[in-house]
């Protein structure tokens, strides 16, 4: 089979919360874990992203540890993944304005993400000159940076959530563009890899996804979370007022959203295919020990991430600086070799 480069990135916002877990981590460990010796796996926390809205910068440099301790204590193994800080790599930067070069403002203006991040409305012009809205360069062009990130290591395969494939849909654009003006395939165009991931949903919004940036902190649980943190957080959730255990999305969107927290969590998961089977399990329980049930789950899955999480920050930083360092030296090779081709091509 033809070698597969996968490429994935995530942003520096601290200790993970079940929705990235579920969402992102456990594919990434779970595509080096059945890795073929001709697949490279690149993963990046990408801290040049994180700068397009504004960070304290003590508590950037806290999140930045923060995440790459998650991604080792979740099974990620920096021998067998590249797995480094963007900000290491000066040659994504470098990429991004050669990108930039000949990338479409009208393509980038037309993308939605940057709306989104500053609450507008899809029809907002930022380009109008009495437009008040507070747009940033870094913020409008950073799919230009993505580009860069995924084609400077040739990736062939990027997993994506829904949210993301306008993006990679640029990034093709991008190398199909580069590829043109420099009249050879330097460029490779990446392929989506679908994850077949169920958003997490909120714990006290369940029709919400969770997220970091909900302000009531028991709306997510995060992967360093207590066995009583957990307990606490789950009593709390909202639920219905309908008896009994169903799994039904639309109908009971919290009780659902436990299930397939647990589903998803347990090892066993009892058999079930899916979380409508795995529901079954617990139809007579009241909701009360339900969650009691899903805590149980749940705690038993992050108890050893937890455990894994606190010795690597634990120590002296040594495992943090040393993984760093070997990503940041594989990393910078993959890109330099692209770059050597694109510095050429353009006549550098
Ligand atoms: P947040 O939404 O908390 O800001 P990010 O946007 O940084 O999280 O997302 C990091 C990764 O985690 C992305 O791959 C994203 O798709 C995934 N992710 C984030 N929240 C969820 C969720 N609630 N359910 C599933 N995946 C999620
Ligand atoms: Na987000």
Request: hydrophobic share 40%.
């Amino acid at each position: 089979a033809a070698p597969r480069v996968i490429f994935s990135g995530i942003q520096p916002t601290g200790v993970p919360h079940l929705g990235n877990y579920l969402g992102a981590m456990q594919q990434w460990v779970k595509l080096q874990n059945d890795a073929s010796s001709n697949t490279s796996l690149i993963y990046s926390v990408v801290d040049l992203h994180a700068i397009t809205v504004h960070q304290n910068p003590d508590a950037l440099r806290t999140s930045k540890k923060e995440m790459l301790a998650a991604l080792l204590a979740v099974g990620l193994d920096p021998q067998k993944c590249t797995i480094f800080f963007q900000s290491d790599v000066p040659a994504h930067s470098e990429l991004m304005w050669i990108l930039s070069c000949s990338a479409s403002m009208g393509y980038l203006s037309r993308m939605t993400q940057w709306k989104s991040k500053l609450d507008l409305d899809e029809n907002a012009n930022p380009l109008d000159p009495s437009s008040k809205t507070k747009l940033k360069l870094g913020l409008f062009s950073y799919p230009v940076l993505q580009a860069a990130d995924i084609l400077i290591h040739k990736a062939t395969h990027v997993p994506v959530g829904h949210d993301q494939s306008q993006h990679l849909e640029f990034a093709r654009e991008c190398a199909a563009g580069f590829n043109h003006l420099a009249g050879s395939k330097v460029l490779v165009q990446p392929e989506t890899l679908l994850s077949l991931a169920k958003r997490v949903m909120a714990l006290d919004r369940p029709t919400h996804k969770m997220s970091k940036s909900a302000p009531n902190p028991k709306s997510r649980i995060l992967l360093t979370d207590s066995s009583s943190a957990i307990s606490k957080k789950l009593r709390v959730a909202l639920t219905d007022s309908i008896e009994g255990v169903t799994y039904d999305p639309s109908a009971r969107p919290g009780v659902s959203n436990l299930i397939e927290i647990a589903f998803n969590l347990d090892s066993s998961n009892h058999g079930a295919a899916d979380p409508a089977e795995y529901a079954k399990e617990f139809e007579g329980l009241s909701l009360k020990a339900l969650k009691d049930k899903v805590a149980e789950v749940v705690d038993g899955h992050l108890a050893p991430i937890r455990a894994r999480f606190e010795e690597i920050v634990g120590g002296d930083g040594k495992i943090l600086e040393e993984a760093a360092q070997i990503g940041a030296e594989k990393a910078r090779k993959s890109a330099e070799s692209t770059m050597k081709e694109v510095r050429h091509a353009v006549g550098f």
